[in-house]
Nanobody, 120 residues
Framework: QVQLVESGGGLVQPGGSLRLACEAS????????IGWFRQAPGKEREGVSC?????????WYAESVKGRFTISRNNAMNTVYLQMNSLRPEDTAVYYC????????????WGKGTLVTVSS
């Protein structure tokens, strides 16, 4: 059973931090680039960050999160992380991970998502 499972979401105040995890089962995550995406209420899905396969030495961030979010991978744990600092209300969204920076329907895998709510 191939699965991606996101965790780490929750309610946080503006300026706070959360660390999201994307854990794979049924395949070796090391062999895949992993992207983080988010979808806020009333908005379309957008890319947040992506990390290349293996050593993860190619990284991309959306302009809206540069300097605040950090993506990393721990291949031994089959997990990719997204450290989110200085969170803003506009970061509120369901966050998803997928097995590519530009996932293809019918080919790539997605997790079910984890909800991040930034509010006082």
């Amino acid at each position: 059973q191939v699965q991606l499972v996101e965790s780490g979401g929750g309610l946080v105040q503006p300026g706070g931090s959360l660390r999201l995890a994307c854990e794979a089962s049924g395949f070796t995550l090391k062999n895949y680039a992993i992207g983080w995406f988010r979808q806020a209420p009333g908005k379309e899905r957008e890319g947040v960050s992506c990390i290349s396969s293996f050593d993860g030495n190619n990284i991309w961030y959306a302009e809206s999160v540069k300097g605040r979010f950090t993506i990393s991978r721990n291949n031994a744990m089959n997990t990719v992380y997204l450290q989110m600092n200085s969170l803003r209300p506009e970061d509120t969204a369901v966050y998803y991970c997928a097995t590519d920076c530009a996932p293809i329907v019918g080919k790539d895998y997605w997790g079910k998502g984890t909800l991040v709510t930034v509010s006082s």
